[in-house]
Each structure stands twice: as C-alpha cells, then as structure tokens.
T-cell receptor
Framework: DAKTTQPPSMDCAEGRAANLPCNHSTISGNEYVYWYRQIHSQGPQYIIHGLKNNETNEMASLIITEDRKSSTLILPHATLRDTAVYYCIASNTGNQFYFGTGTSLTVIP | NAGVTQTPKFQVLKTGQSMTLQCAQDMNHNSMYWYRQDPGMGLRLIYYSASEGTTDKGEVPNGYNVSRLNKREFSLRLESAAPSQTSVYFC?????????????FGSGTRLTVV
C-alpha cells in the first residue's frame, strides 16, 4: 500500500466546509483511496472511497487530483459532531488496511 | 442488525494471564480483522482472516493468536499477557466483493495488563 501523509491537526468553523488533504504521491494505478474517521474512542467509521473520479455520498465528497498523487475529503457543512480523527488510506486489496495517525479535526462553534 | 459485536468491553489482566477476545459479525462478511490502538496512535493490524478457514499475520502479530471459528466469529487470544499489550482492541469485518469496500468496526475492548 502506498504511504499517505496528512496534517496532524486542523480546525474548522461550524457550518463551514472542512477540507482535509491527503498526499499519496507513490500511489499505484490500482490502489483506491479510502477515508475513515474515528470519533473519540469509538471504532473507526467508513466515510468514502474512490479510484480516479470524484465521489460524493451523504457524508462527504472526495476529490482526487488528475495525477492521483493527492486527494481532499470535503465535509460540506461541518458540525460539532464531525470533530474526529480522519484517516486517509491507499490500498489495492480492500483489506489489510494500515491506518496512520490521521488528521485530528476540531470543529469550532 | 448489530453489526460487529466485541466482548468483553473492558478487561484487566495480570501479567502472564491468558484471555480470549471475542468478535462476531452478522453481516455475512467474508473478511475479518483485529487491530490494536495505543494512546495517541493510529490503528495497527494484528491479524486478519480474508475468508473462513484462513488467517494471516498483520503488522504486529507477536504475542497473539487468532481463530476463525466460522464465518461469523473471529477470536484473538493472548496466551501470556504483558504490560505492552495494554491497548484498545478493535475487531472489524468487510466484504470486498461489494462495491462498498468499507470496514465495519466494533466498539472496542479496552484491555489493561498490570
């Protein structure tokens, strides 16, 4: 799996869009980008994944650059409940996910 | 639909004791996983089972054994607990044949070894 790099922490004002970056410059052509989040001490929660095209679901949008070397997870209207650690993972197997330390997002009232 | 159920939720062991962490999923997923999470760190893969009858080592398998009892259940055993195994343990399952490759995690087992 390709190594991913994320900023350790970010703040976002409540109601604004939260844009979480992830660098995966060594990603291979068959590796997907996955995003998970972990709220406090709960088990991580799947958010979204994509290969080449941008993806959107009820939770978030995923923007992948054309060269696939980086991506951005967008929470369109952040709420206090979105405060969590967000993990970006690149994998071609769909299993054996290796989680890094992620980005700790704090949504500020 | 309970998803992934882990038992126990909390456990305190003395050094050298053994115990088994239980995990069961009701989503008919083929793949199951055990992770540990230490304070301030991300999750690290201990063992996984891609399908019933198979198990493989992950990133940090030393000191652990696993059993894929059937499609629903995947247990993690500590034969001789050490303080270094104090951690939060998460079980997860997934079905990679589905378009949604997402993992479903349990709520965790908080283990303290004294």
């Amino acid at each position: 799996d390709a190594k991913t790099t994320q900023p350790p922490s970010m703040d976002c004002a409540e109601g604004r869009a939260a844009n979480l970056p992830c660098n995966h410059s060594t990603i291979s052509g068959n590796e997907y980008v996955y995003w998970y989040r972990q709220i406090h001490s709960q088990g991580p929660q799947y958010i979204i994944h994509g290969l080449k095209n941008n993806e959107t679901n009820e939770m978030a949008s995923l923007i992948i650059t054309e060269d696939r070397k980086s991506s951005t997870l967008i929470l369109p209207h952040a709420t206090l409940r979105d405060t969590a650690v967000y993990y970006c993972i690149a994998s071609n197997t769909g299993n054996q996910f290796y989680f890094g330390t992620g980005t700790s997002l704090t949504v500020i009232p | 639909n309970a998803g992934v159920t882990q038992t126990p939720k909390f456990q305190v062991l003395k050094t050298g004791q053994s115990m088994t962490l239980q995990c069961a999923q009701d989503m008919n997923h083929n793949s199951m996983y055990w992770y540990r999470q230490d304070p301030g760190m991300g999750l690290r893969l201990i063992y996984y089972s891609a399908s019933e009858g198979t198990t493989d080592k992950g990133e940090v398998p030393n000191g652990y054994n696993v059993s894929r009892l059937n499609k629903r259940e995947f247990s993690l055993r500590l034969e001789s607990a050490a303080p270094s195994q104090t951690s939060v343990y998460f079980c997860a399952s997934s079905e990679i044949m589905q378009r949604n490759y997402g993992y479903t995690f349990g709520s965790g087992t908080r283990l303290t070894v004294v």
